[in-house]
């Protein structure tokens, strides 16, 4: 386990156990930070083994099999931590800024899929939900009747204010990077913001989309750390 957190955070692993999770800290490093309470009884307990005796040749206290076996799980999961790919990569709907909103309508209704990354061209310039389509609907009905197969998805873009709410994120990232990064945003207010996965650095159409996680996904990140 010391090696282990050693490598992680470029240490020695000759450097002591308590200064490798005083490091981590300063670095700030979400996968050792998660379990830093853990990490900590680890090294009060091995301390006492190593210290600590009844007499010159037994031992004051022994490890149980179920600890050796939580330290072991820890180990494998500092050394690897789960990724976005992993857990979240799915088939991804996007749509052109010129395309109509009959045809979202029918991919919500044959695939319950909820919200569309939109392009121009090759330039991701938002995305529309269920929840703005229904608002774009509801605004409209003063206006008068509104053909929903006339109807762009620019024109519910632009009405819609949730279309920013989103980062692009690539898919070797980490489960706990991820949560992080829900946890800030829902302390903001954001609690819709969502994270479009790319299989590069970059996002230039919409088969560099492969994923979407959205903050309902936060039990599944939670289950896997």
């Not at 979400?30 to 190593?50: H, P, S």
């Amino acid at each position: 386990l010391q090696n282990v957190i050693a490598n992680k955070i470029n240490q020695s692993t000759d450097t002591n156990f308590g200064s490798l999770l005083k490091a981590a800290q300063v670095r700030n490093d979400k996968v050792i930070l998660t379990y830093i309470d853990k990490l900590n009884f680890y090294r009060e307990f091995r301390n006492l083994l190593t210290h600590k005796t009844f007499n010159s040749e037994e031992a004051i206290a022994i490890p149980s099999i179920s600890l050796i076996e939580d330290i072991k799980e820890i180990t494998e999961k500092i050394k690897h931590p789960k990724k976005v790919k992993d857990l979240f990569l799915n088939e991804v709907v996007t749509f052109n800024q010129e395309d109509k909103l009959s045809s979202v309508l029918e991919v919500v209704k044959a695939r319950r899929y909820s919200q569309f990354p939109v392009f121009n061209s090759n330039q991701l310039i938002g995305i529309i939900s269920e929840n703005g389509i229904t608002n774009f609907l509801a605004n409209s009905i003063d206006d008068d009747l509104i053909s929903i197969k006339e109807t762009s998805i620019k024109n519910i873009l632009d009405a819609d204010e949730e279309k920013d709410l989103y980062e692009v994120i690539t898919e070797n990232k980490s489960i706990f990077d991820i949560e992080s990064i829900f946890n800030k945003r829902v302390n903001e207010g954001k609690t819709a913001y969502l994270l479009l996965i790319s299989k590069g650095n970059s996002i230039l159409s919409g088969d560099d989309v492969v994923g979407i996680i959205t903050p309902w996904d936060i039990p599944t990140i939670i289950e896997n750390k």
